[in-house]
């Protein structure tokens, strides 16, 4: 009992000082020496990662978090601790889109949670459902669907189908979904999701404006343009609020709502709002990001659209350039890429440009995502059109040829 006493003294004094620092302005590094020399325990390092990571200031939270696992792992008996820990940690790994250290972390966490409490576990289902965000991300769409589909089932009979928890699988299995192209299905899990979370929390709640967010893009897939719009806008009100004015999240949103006008041709607002999301993004992840590469994309597309074809050549190679300096370029995002600097090569009437562009585009996608993926449909008929422009009929039909085949296979199985 004194020992405990004694620790809620130096957790106490730990927090008064942390609260002085935080108010009075006190720098990060000088925030971390005030826990690390207070308190013995990894727990305040934790939580102010925790705060950090929500501020969008990830390389602190990335040291706190490995300052604490080192300080957990000091001490026997504190396993669960680190695998917690090592699930947050994986969190923000994944969000700085390095994948192949996220997955490390994923794995660790999830087989520590298994040993720990059971393959049936509300913890363990937490951790399969980061597994299930990594997969996804990577592309891996079976293996993410077996973990989140295995989480949701742990949550449902262990919470319950209208907890919140159930509600973050619900969430990500409709991310999945999206990628997948199943948008109707990803439009039922979202919704069910958004009300889960809007009866718990409320209408103006974080997780609600995630939700939100998310359906816009789904929304907008299904070109339900109205609903898309009011979704994107409601989602950007409720991060105004509770993440202020230059976080990530708020950035997401912009991006969506600038999509949405993207396909309404309002090309200048599309414009505005995607700058506004690449200055957050870029004081949030630096200069190289995947989100980064996509804005810069987004951009060049709408300048592509206004005629200032030297302007989406500049941001097109700008983006070229971010996902190659990646640490896990998305190799179909690259591809659309080289395809887009085809076509203004088009626009401009450089024809051995365009053909060299649309190429790479084609070896991009089938290394990427096999011979008959669907995107290599819309590279071929582009590189063929070129070919019939300098006369190449025979190329130009191999390669009309080739698409319609690879638009029927994919119709025969979808």
């Not at 202020?244 to 969506?256: E, K, R, T, V």
């Not at 050549?313 to 971010?322: I, P, R, Y």
């Not at 088009?346 to 993926?373: K, W």
């Amino acid at each position: 009992m004194q020992r405990i006493q004694w620790r809620a003294r130096v957790a106490a004094i730990s927090c008064i000082a942390l609260t002085s620092a935080l108010a009075a302005g006190t720098p990060a590094d000088s925030r971390e020496s005030i826990v690390t020399k207070s308190s013995p325990s990894a727990a305040e390092l934790n939580n102010l990662a925790a705060v950090y990571s929500s501020q969008a200031r990830y390389p602190e939270a990335e040291r706190c978090y490995r300052k604490a696992l080192g300080l957990w792992r000091q001490t026997p008996g504190n396993e669960a601790s680190v695998a917690c820990t090592l699930n947050n940690l994986g969190i923000l790994l994944r969000r700085q889109a390095r994948c192949p250290e996220a997955e490390i972390v994923d794995l660790q966490a999830l087989k520590m949670f298994e040993e720990l409490f059971g393959p049936d576990h509300e913890k363990t289902a937490g951790a399969l459902i980061n597994v299930g965000e990594l997969y996804s991300m990577q592309g891996r769409f079976a293996e993410a669907e077996t973990s989140l589909r295995r989480a949701l089932s742990i949550l449902e009979n262990k919470r319950g189908k209208n907890d919140p928890d159930t509600a973050e699988a619900l969430s990500s299995l409709a991310d999945l979904y999206t990628k997948r192209g199943k948008n109707e299905a990803a439009q039922q899990f979202l919704e069910r999701a958004l009300s889960i979370v809007e009866k718990a929390f409320g209408p103006k709640h974080q997780r609600a404006a995630l939700y939100l967010n998310n359906l816009s893009a789904v929304y907008e897939r299904q070109h339900k343009y109205r609903e898309a719009e009011k979704s994107a806008q409601r989602a950007i009100m409720i991060f105004e609020q509770t993440s202020g004015p230059n976080h990530p999240d708020l950035a997401a949103a912009l991006i969506n709502l600038a999509s949405v006008n993207f396909d309404r041709h309002n090309y200048k607002r599309a414009i505005e709002l995607d700058r506004r999301a690449l200055k957050m993004n870029k004081d949030a992840f630096g200069p190289v990001h995947p989100v980064i590469a996509n804005t810069l994309n987004n951009l060049a597309a709408a300048s592509f659209h206004l005629h200032d074809y030297v302007e989406a050549e500049t941001l097109f190679q700008q983006a070229l350039s971010n996902w190659k300096g990646s640490s896990s370029p998305n190799q179909e995002l690259m591809g659309d890429t080289l395809r887009n600097l085809g076509a203004v090569y088009v626009a401009e009437g450089r024809d051995s440009d365009a053909l060299e562009y649309f190429q790479r585009a084609i070896n991009t996608h089938e290394t990427a995502l096999g011979p008959n993926c669907p995107p290599l449909i819309a590279d071929l008929e582009a590189y063929a059109g070129v070919l019939r422009r300098v006369n190449d009929y025979a190329g130009a039909e191999k390669a009309s040829v080739r698409a319609l085949g690879i638009q029927v296979r994919n119709s025969l199985h979808p």
